[in-house]
């Protein structure tokens, strides 16, 4: 009796996975109606001995869908990459390119120059340049009291 019950089972969930199956893949199915995956572009974070560098793989972003901005340490990068062929109806056969909203958000170390920052859209990267604080002079010298 046991054996049949979980014969049963296993082909309850065999039925249920040729339904999935079938609505996935038939000739009817348009790949827009899946749910978007929310796009995270690769992002490079370095320092030099002068500047904090950002630099993201923005491939297809305009420079009128980003939004830079800068609060306390925190660097948000907002944009939008567009399908500009988006109205048309399609029939994929290939899917890899996230088009959708995205947002990072760099934590940036404390000593960064807040007015000296440069960003720059150029072949698919925005690079942002963020100028350090120089370096304090720190007295080292520690007087020891001797007893």
Not at 64 to 87: F, M, Q
Request: aromatic share 8%; charged share 35%.
């Amino acid at each position: 009796m046991h054996s049949n019950s979980l014969l049963d089972q296993i082909r309850k969930i065999n039925l249920e996975m040729e339904h999935h199956f079938y609505r996935l893949f038939s000739p009817k199915h348009h790949l827009q109606s899946l749910p978007e995956e929310r796009w995270q572009p690769y992002t490079d974070v370095y320092e030099t001995k002068d500047a904090v560098v950002i630099k993201m793989e923005l491939a297809g972003v305009k420079k009128e869908d980003l939004s830079v901005k800068l609060y306390e340490n925190r660097l948000t990068i907002r944009g939008d990459r567009r399908d500009s062929a988006h109205a048309e109806k399609r029939i994929y056969h290939q899917v890899e390119i996230n088009y959708s909203e995205f947002e990072r958000v760099i934590i940036l170390p404390e000593t960064v120059r807040e007015q000296a920052i440069k960003a720059e859209h150029k072949d698919g990267f925005l690079s942002i340049t963020i100028l350090k604080e120089p370096a304090q002079a720190v007295d080292k010298t520690l007087e020891i009291k001797v007893e």
